[in-house]
Protein backbone atom coordinates (compact mmCIF):
# COMPACT_ATOMS: atom_id res chain seq x y z
CA UNK A 1 0.00 0.00 0.00
CA UNK A 2 3.05 2.43 1.01
CA UNK A 3 6.34 2.67 -0.09
CA UNK A 4 8.74 5.32 0.83
CA UNK A 5 12.12 5.37 -0.30
CA UNK A 6 14.39 8.18 1.43
CA UNK A 7 11.53 10.45 1.66
CA UNK A 8 12.73 14.28 1.85
CA UNK A 9 9.91 17.62 2.90
CA UNK A 10 11.30 20.53 3.43
CA UNK A 11 9.51 23.26 4.77
CA UNK A 12 10.74 26.70 3.17
CA UNK A 13 9.42 30.41 4.67
CA UNK A 14 11.03 33.57 3.37
CA UNK A 15 14.54 33.12 4.98
CA UNK A 16 14.27 29.70 7.29
CA UNK A 17 14.32 26.20 5.94
CA UNK A 18 12.78 23.02 8.16
CA UNK A 19 13.58 19.66 7.03
CA UNK A 20 10.93 17.96 8.40
CA UNK A 21 11.81 14.47 7.04
CA UNK A 22 15.39 13.38 5.72
CA UNK A 23 15.28 10.10 3.98
CA UNK A 24 12.73 8.50 5.82
CA UNK A 25 11.94 4.95 4.39
CA UNK A 26 9.02 3.06 5.40
CA UNK A 27 6.98 0.34 3.96
CA UNK A 28 3.09 -0.86 4.85
CA UNK A 29 1.51 -3.78 3.19
CA UNK A 30 -1.72 -3.97 2.05
CA UNK A 31 -4.35 -4.60 4.86
CA UNK A 32 -1.71 -3.93 7.89
CA UNK A 33 -2.85 -1.78 10.83
CA UNK A 34 0.58 -0.24 12.24
CA UNK A 35 1.37 3.27 14.31
CA UNK A 36 4.04 5.56 14.18
CA UNK A 37 5.50 6.90 17.20
CA UNK A 38 7.90 9.35 17.89
CA UNK A 39 8.46 12.92 19.99
CA UNK A 40 7.18 16.06 19.02
CA UNK A 41 8.66 17.82 15.76
CA UNK A 42 10.02 14.13 14.50
CA UNK A 43 7.93 14.27 11.69
CA UNK A 44 5.00 12.38 12.07
CA UNK A 45 2.14 14.92 11.06
CA UNK A 46 4.28 15.56 8.10
CA UNK A 47 4.49 12.02 6.99
CA UNK A 48 0.82 11.74 7.15
CA UNK A 49 0.34 14.36 5.06
CA UNK A 50 2.48 13.54 2.25
CA UNK A 51 0.46 9.74 2.79
CA UNK A 52 -2.94 11.39 2.29
CA UNK A 53 -1.93 14.08 -0.75
CA UNK A 54 -2.47 16.96 1.80
CA UNK A 55 0.92 18.51 0.67
CA UNK A 56 3.91 17.23 -1.97
CA UNK A 57 7.50 15.97 -0.79
CA UNK A 58 9.86 17.60 -1.57
CA UNK A 59 12.54 14.94 -2.79
CA UNK A 60 12.70 11.08 -2.80
CA UNK A 61 10.30 8.22 -3.32
CA UNK A 62 6.45 7.87 -2.78
CA UNK A 63 3.96 5.31 -3.95
CA UNK A 64 0.45 4.77 -2.21
CA UNK A 65 -1.41 2.31 -3.63
CA UNK A 66 0.85 2.05 -6.68
CA UNK A 67 0.36 5.93 -7.32
CA UNK A 68 3.68 7.90 -7.53
CA UNK A 69 3.05 10.51 -5.16
CA UNK A 70 6.03 12.88 -6.32
CA UNK A 71 4.84 13.50 -10.20
CA UNK A 72 1.42 12.72 -9.85
CA UNK A 73 -0.80 15.46 -11.71
CA UNK A 74 -3.05 17.95 -9.59
CA UNK A 75 -5.89 16.53 -10.78
CA UNK A 76 -4.96 13.37 -9.99
CA UNK A 77 -4.13 14.22 -6.50
CA UNK A 78 -7.59 15.53 -6.10
CA UNK A 79 -8.98 12.07 -7.17
CA UNK A 80 -6.63 10.27 -5.26
CA UNK A 81 -8.05 11.98 -1.64
CA UNK A 82 -11.33 11.75 -2.65
CA UNK A 83 -11.07 8.13 -3.55
CA UNK A 84 -8.25 6.71 -1.83
CA UNK A 85 -7.89 7.96 1.95
CA UNK A 86 -9.75 8.59 4.48
CA UNK A 87 -8.43 11.22 7.38
CA UNK A 88 -9.15 10.83 11.38
CA UNK A 89 -7.76 13.78 13.53
CA UNK A 90 -7.28 14.28 16.87
CA UNK A 91 -9.14 17.37 17.08
CA UNK A 92 -12.95 16.63 16.71
CA UNK A 93 -13.64 20.58 15.40
CA UNK A 94 -11.32 19.54 12.37
CA UNK A 95 -13.88 16.46 11.58
CA UNK A 96 -17.36 17.39 12.37
CA UNK A 97 -19.99 19.98 12.35
CA UNK A 98 -21.27 20.79 16.02
CA UNK A 99 -24.61 22.07 15.52
CA UNK A 100 -25.56 19.13 12.91
CA UNK A 101 -26.91 15.99 14.43
CA UNK A 102 -24.33 12.16 13.99
CA UNK A 103 -25.92 11.14 11.20
CA UNK A 104 -26.25 14.80 9.40
CA UNK A 105 -22.91 14.74 9.98
CA UNK A 106 -22.00 11.55 7.95
CA UNK A 107 -24.24 12.15 5.49
CA UNK A 108 -22.60 15.60 4.21
CA UNK A 109 -19.32 13.85 2.12
CA UNK A 110 -21.52 11.23 1.00
CA UNK A 111 -24.14 14.20 -0.12
CA UNK A 112 -21.14 15.94 -1.95
CA UNK A 113 -20.73 12.77 -3.67
CA UNK A 114 -23.98 12.03 -4.37
CA UNK A 115 -25.05 8.99 -3.28
CA UNK A 116 -27.92 7.32 -1.70
CA UNK A 117 -27.14 9.04 1.31
CA UNK A 118 -29.60 8.10 4.23
CA UNK A 119 -28.97 4.41 4.13
CA UNK A 120 -25.38 5.03 3.38
CA UNK A 121 -25.22 7.21 6.62
CA UNK A 122 -27.05 4.39 8.61
CA UNK A 123 -24.78 1.67 7.17
CA UNK A 124 -21.22 3.94 8.57
CA UNK A 125 -23.41 4.60 11.73
CA UNK A 126 -23.47 0.92 12.22
CA UNK A 127 -20.42 0.43 11.60
CA UNK A 128 -19.16 2.14 13.72
CA UNK A 129 -21.68 1.40 16.27
CA UNK A 130 -23.14 4.05 16.43
CA UNK A 131 -26.94 3.93 15.35
CA UNK A 132 -28.79 4.79 18.44
CA UNK A 133 -26.84 8.33 18.82
CA UNK A 134 -27.90 9.18 15.23
CA UNK A 135 -30.36 11.57 16.08
CA UNK A 136 -28.35 13.33 18.65
CA UNK A 137 -26.55 16.85 17.95
CA UNK A 138 -22.96 16.27 18.40
CA UNK A 139 -22.60 18.21 21.36
CA UNK A 140 -24.76 15.67 22.84
CA UNK A 141 -22.21 12.90 22.54
CA UNK A 142 -19.00 12.05 24.42
CA UNK A 143 -15.52 12.62 23.31
CA UNK A 144 -15.23 9.08 22.15
CA UNK A 145 -18.37 8.91 20.14
CA UNK A 146 -18.16 11.78 18.35
CA UNK A 147 -14.32 10.51 17.28
CA UNK A 148 -16.48 7.56 16.27
CA UNK A 149 -18.71 9.60 13.96
CA UNK A 150 -15.64 11.12 12.58
CA UNK A 151 -14.19 7.91 11.72
CA UNK A 152 -17.61 6.86 9.82
CA UNK A 153 -17.41 9.90 8.09
CA UNK A 154 -13.36 9.22 7.06
CA UNK A 155 -14.99 5.62 5.82
CA UNK A 156 -17.89 7.61 3.56
CA UNK A 157 -15.75 7.46 0.33
CA UNK A 158 -14.68 3.79 1.24
CA UNK A 159 -11.25 4.33 1.37
CA UNK A 160 -8.39 1.89 0.77
CA UNK A 161 -6.32 3.66 3.53
CA UNK A 162 -7.31 5.19 6.30
CA UNK A 163 -4.81 8.22 8.30
CA UNK A 164 -5.28 9.20 11.75
CA UNK A 165 -3.38 11.40 13.17
CA UNK A 166 -3.45 11.16 17.18
CA UNK A 167 -6.85 9.82 17.41
CA UNK A 168 -7.26 9.04 20.95
CA UNK A 169 -4.99 12.20 21.90
CA UNK A 170 -7.91 13.65 23.91
CA UNK A 171 -9.55 10.77 24.94
CA UNK A 172 -9.19 8.79 28.12
CA UNK A 173 -8.29 5.68 28.31
CA UNK A 174 -11.42 3.60 28.55
CA UNK A 175 -12.68 5.99 25.17
CA UNK A 176 -9.52 5.50 23.60
CA UNK A 177 -9.63 1.63 23.98
CA UNK A 178 -13.15 1.81 22.33
CA UNK A 179 -11.87 3.47 19.63
CA UNK A 180 -8.79 1.12 18.90
CA UNK A 181 -10.65 -1.64 18.95
CA UNK A 182 -13.28 -0.19 16.29
CA UNK A 183 -9.74 0.11 14.31
CA UNK A 184 -9.16 -3.51 14.67
CA UNK A 185 -12.46 -4.31 13.46
CA UNK A 186 -12.50 -2.03 10.63
CA UNK A 187 -8.88 -3.61 9.83
CA UNK A 188 -9.97 -6.95 10.15
CA UNK A 189 -13.68 -7.11 8.74
CA UNK A 190 -12.83 -4.72 5.83
CA UNK A 191 -9.20 -5.38 5.37
CA UNK A 192 -8.66 -1.66 5.75
CA UNK A 193 -5.12 -0.91 5.33
CA UNK A 194 -4.82 1.92 8.90
CA UNK A 195 -1.96 4.28 9.84
CA UNK A 196 -2.18 5.58 13.23
CA UNK A 197 0.04 8.61 14.58
CA UNK A 198 0.01 8.43 18.22
CA UNK A 199 2.24 9.35 21.71
CA UNK A 200 0.23 6.40 23.40
CA UNK A 201 2.24 3.60 24.15
CA UNK A 202 -0.85 1.45 25.15
CA UNK A 203 -2.06 1.96 21.62
CA UNK A 204 1.09 0.45 20.44
CA UNK A 205 0.59 -2.62 21.91
CA UNK A 206 -2.71 -3.03 20.29
CA UNK A 207 -1.33 -2.99 16.80
CA UNK A 208 1.12 -5.39 15.25
CA UNK A 209 3.77 -3.62 14.14
CA UNK A 210 5.19 -0.03 15.75
CA UNK A 211 7.52 2.28 13.27
CA UNK A 212 9.38 4.92 15.46
CA UNK A 213 10.78 8.22 13.60
CA UNK A 214 13.43 10.14 15.14
CA UNK A 215 14.19 13.70 13.45
CA UNK A 216 12.40 12.69 10.17
CA UNK A 217 14.00 9.40 9.54
CA UNK A 218 12.52 6.17 10.73
CA UNK A 219 14.40 4.72 13.45
CA UNK A 220 13.37 1.63 14.41
CA UNK A 221 10.83 -1.19 14.20
CA UNK A 222 8.74 -3.23 16.96
CA UNK A 223 6.81 -6.06 15.79
CA UNK A 224 4.28 -8.12 18.20
CA UNK A 225 6.19 -11.40 18.87
CA UNK A 226 4.51 -14.22 18.00
CA UNK A 227 4.40 -14.80 21.94
CA UNK A 228 2.19 -11.79 22.75
CA UNK A 229 -0.17 -13.06 19.87
CA UNK A 230 -1.16 -16.00 22.19
CA UNK A 231 -0.99 -13.89 25.25
CA UNK A 232 -3.44 -11.16 23.02
CA UNK A 233 -5.81 -14.27 21.97
CA UNK A 234 -6.11 -15.37 25.57
CA UNK A 235 -7.07 -12.13 26.53
CA UNK A 236 -4.07 -10.98 29.00
CA UNK A 237 -4.29 -7.91 29.64
CA UNK A 238 -1.43 -6.21 31.38
CA UNK A 239 1.54 -6.36 29.59
CA UNK A 240 3.92 -3.57 28.46
CA UNK A 241 5.04 -2.75 24.69
CA UNK A 242 7.87 -4.10 25.44
CA UNK A 243 6.82 -7.63 26.61
CA UNK A 244 4.55 -7.61 23.80
CA UNK A 245 6.65 -6.56 21.04
CA UNK A 246 10.35 -7.18 19.99
CA UNK A 247 12.18 -3.93 18.70
CA UNK A 248 14.67 -3.59 15.44
CA UNK A 249 16.81 -1.06 14.58
CA UNK A 250 16.13 -0.10 10.95
CA UNK A 251 19.00 -0.30 8.25
CA UNK A 252 18.52 2.17 5.29
CA UNK A 253 19.54 0.83 1.74
CA UNK A 254 22.84 2.28 2.47
CA UNK A 255 23.31 0.22 5.54
CA UNK A 256 22.92 3.22 7.79
CA UNK A 257 21.39 1.64 11.13
CA UNK A 258 20.46 3.57 14.03
CA UNK A 259 22.08 3.11 17.59
CA UNK A 260 19.21 3.61 20.28
CA UNK A 261 20.41 6.48 22.48
CA UNK A 262 20.28 5.17 25.98
CA UNK A 263 23.62 2.45 24.61
CA UNK A 264 24.87 5.33 23.28
CA UNK A 265 25.16 7.16 26.46
CA UNK A 266 26.48 4.35 27.70
CA UNK A 267 29.79 5.54 29.65
CA UNK A 268 31.90 3.25 27.30
CA UNK A 269 30.37 4.73 24.45
CA UNK A 270 30.22 8.51 25.23
CA UNK A 271 32.09 11.15 23.72
CA UNK A 272 33.24 8.87 20.79
CA UNK A 273 31.84 9.30 16.96
CA UNK A 274 33.29 6.21 15.68
CA UNK A 275 33.08 1.90 16.90
CA UNK A 276 35.41 -0.18 15.41
CA UNK A 277 32.67 -3.25 13.64
CA UNK A 278 33.63 -6.93 13.57
CA UNK A 279 31.58 -10.13 12.37
CA UNK A 280 31.56 -12.76 15.37
CA UNK A 281 29.82 -16.26 14.82
CA UNK A 282 26.94 -14.50 12.56
CA UNK A 283 26.79 -11.03 15.24
CA UNK A 284 27.95 -7.39 14.47
CA UNK A 285 29.48 -6.12 17.04
CA UNK A 286 30.12 -2.63 17.66
CA UNK A 287 33.18 -1.82 20.07
CA UNK A 288 34.47 1.21 21.32
CA UNK A 289 37.72 2.97 20.26
CA UNK A 290 38.84 2.83 23.30
CA UNK A 291 39.19 -1.10 24.32
CA UNK A 292 40.17 -1.41 21.00
CA UNK A 293 43.52 0.39 21.81
CA UNK A 294 43.57 -1.27 25.61
CA UNK A 295 43.22 -4.79 23.70
CA UNK A 296 46.86 -4.15 21.29
N1 LIG B 1 3.81 24.02 7.54
C1 LIG B 1 5.00 24.04 8.14
N2 LIG B 1 5.90 25.01 7.88
C2 LIG B 1 7.11 25.03 8.47
N3 LIG B 1 7.56 24.08 9.31
C3 LIG B 1 6.72 23.06 9.60
C4 LIG B 1 5.40 22.99 9.04
N4 LIG B 1 4.80 21.88 9.51
C5 LIG B 1 5.69 21.27 10.33
N5 LIG B 1 6.85 22.00 10.39
C6 LIG B 1 8.07 21.62 11.15
O1 LIG B 1 8.46 20.32 10.72
C7 LIG B 1 8.89 19.53 11.83
C8 LIG B 1 8.03 18.27 11.93
O2 LIG B 1 6.71 18.65 12.30
P1 LIG B 1 5.52 17.63 12.46
O3 LIG B 1 4.26 18.43 12.64
O4 LIG B 1 5.53 16.66 11.36
O5 LIG B 1 5.90 16.91 13.84
P2 LIG B 1 5.09 15.81 14.67
O6 LIG B 1 5.97 14.62 14.77
O7 LIG B 1 3.74 15.62 14.08
O8 LIG B 1 4.98 16.50 16.10
P3 LIG B 1 3.78 16.44 17.17
O9 LIG B 1 3.93 15.14 17.89
O10 LIG B 1 4.08 17.61 18.08
O11 LIG B 1 2.48 16.58 16.44
C9 LIG B 1 8.80 20.46 13.04
O12 LIG B 1 10.08 21.00 13.25
C10 LIG B 1 7.82 21.52 12.63
O13 LIG B 1 8.09 22.73 13.30
MG1 LIG C 1 1.77 16.02 14.75
Not at 110 to 120: A, H, N, Q, S
Not at 201 to 210: C, M
Request: net charge neutral.
Amino acid sequence: MIRCDGLVKIYKSSDLEVVALQGLDLQVADGELMAIIGSSGSGKSTLLNMLGGLDRPSAGKLFVDGKDMLTMSDRALIRYKRDTVGFVWQNNARNLIPYLTAQENVELPILLKGRRKKTRALELLDAVGLQHRRHNRLSELSGGEQQRVAIAIALANEPKLLLADEPTGSLDSKTANQVLDLFRRLNQEFGLTIVIVTHDPQLARKVDRVVAIRDGRTSSEMIRSANAEENAASDKQEESAAESHVEYAVIDKAGRLQIPAAYLDNEAFKDHTRVRVDWEDGRIVLTPPETVKAER
